[in-house]
């Protein structure tokens, strides 16, 4: 196992990568400051067979775990997102490369024989992202970016913006693709996007609710999501319980809830974002839905507070657009298209929320920032 830090040199990881894909050792992309993640994949131990690159995750629960991909399907979900993409092109590395988005931008440019060309460290900033992005030769060209990134291009406006422009493309991933983001980057014509898709699965491997060739995609009978195809994941880093309890018969078990209209896919939010409250469950991500489509709403996340009448109550953290939009009609809002169940019996309004990863929001951050403020 080759273990890479993410803060040395771009050509070290892009030499160790490219080393893996044809054979070499597995990789391993750590962050700074991530030497208890790194721990925990064991990197004395030998790596499984037919491993190119390990990503190392806390996931949605906090337990590490290491995601195994094969050169195989690294490849595949390159080639495939070429393919829907119109062809290959040059790409703009702007997420963090120890998380399986940014990686497989890497690995995209590999395949193709084409240049990638990655941001300057540190914090993301407009100015530094339109200075990275007149660096990419060449067409078409493609970059990968988070929601909050593509938010902060849109709220600063001038070069960061005009240059998000320039891209044939801009993948939007790790969290969804709020209506009001969409409607945002067609008015500053800006051509997103939106894909599903995690580590298990080498990257987004469903584009605007559209299966990559070759993916899959159905539905279980309790609504989970369930993916297959070449860019699966064979498993977790010395975890065959967890492996075989999660890759059954070809088809990898997300954590997520869904179903198909029209043959697209819409992902209706996770399996555990359910709230109990007064014994009528409410899904938190419906919730989300209703209130991103409130006038002077940016961004919202939605948990259950233990509650020792109702056993949880439903409580909103919303980030305003501008002055706070009314309580009283968020939860009509909400009342209206969810039910009265639904309907969040506190509301804070909050600058920011706790993220996790690549951008997703960290909703145990938001319980306790719930708590912090009672």
């Known amino acids: 196992m080759r273990e890479v830090w993410i803060d040395g040199s771009f050509d070290e990881l892009r030499n160790a990568v490219a080393e893996a894909l044809d054979g070499g050792a597995a990789v391993l992309p750590l962050a700074p400051g991530s030497s208890a993640l790194r721990d925990a994949m064991s990197p004395s131990e030998p790596v499984e067979s037919g491993t190119a690159v390990i990503i190392a995750t806390s996931g949605s629960t906090g337990e590490p775990k290491g995601v195994l991909l094969s050169a195989d399907a690294l490849r595949a979900s390159a080639t495939a997102t070429h393919r829907r993409l119109g062809g290959a092109g040059h790409w703009l590395l702007a997420t963090p490369a120890q998380y399986i988005g940014g990686l497989q931008v890497i690995v995209r440019s590999l395949v193709a024989g084409t240049t990638c060309v990655p941001l ?200 305003p657009e501008g002055d706070a939009p009314a309580v009283p009609d968020l939860r009509a809002a909400v009342r209206a298209t969810a039910g009265a169940a639904a309907v969040p019996k506190r509301v804070e309004f909050v600058d920011a929320l706790p993220l996790r990863g690549p951008g997703k929001i960290d909703r145990a951050g938001v319980l306790k920032m719930f708590n912090q403020l009672s």
């Open 120 to 319: 300057p460290p540190g914090p993301f900033r407009p100015e530094r992202f339109a200075e990275a992005a007149a660096l990419v030769g060449g067409s078409p060209r493609y970059t990968a970016l988070v929601p909050t990134q593509l938010t902060r291009l849109f709220d600063a406006g001038g070069a960061g913006l005009e240059a998000a422009r320039s891209f044939d493309a801009v993948i939007i991933g790790a969290a969804a693709t709020s209506g009001a983001l969409r409607e945002r980057a067609a008015e500053a014509g800006v051509r997103i996007i939106p894909s599903y898709g995690m580590s298990e699965t080498a990257s987004g491997c469903v584009y605007d609710g559209v299966p990559l060739d070759g993916v899959r995609a159905e539905i279980a009978g309790d609504g989970r999501v369930l993916l297959s195809g070449p860019v699966l994941a064979h498993g977790y880093r010395l975890r065959p319980d967890l492996t075989a309890e999660t890759f059954v018969d070809g088809w990898f078990r997300t954590g997520d809830r869904g179903r198909l209209v029209d043959g697209r896919l819409e992902v209706l939010g996770r399996m555990d974002d359910v709230i109990n409250t007064g014994g009528v469950k409410v899904s938190a991500a419906a919730i989300e839905r209703v209130l991103a489509g409130c006038p002077g709403v940016r961004d919202s996340c939605v948990v259950g507070l233990p509650d020792p009448e109702w056993g949880e109550i439903v409580a909103a953290a919303v980030i």
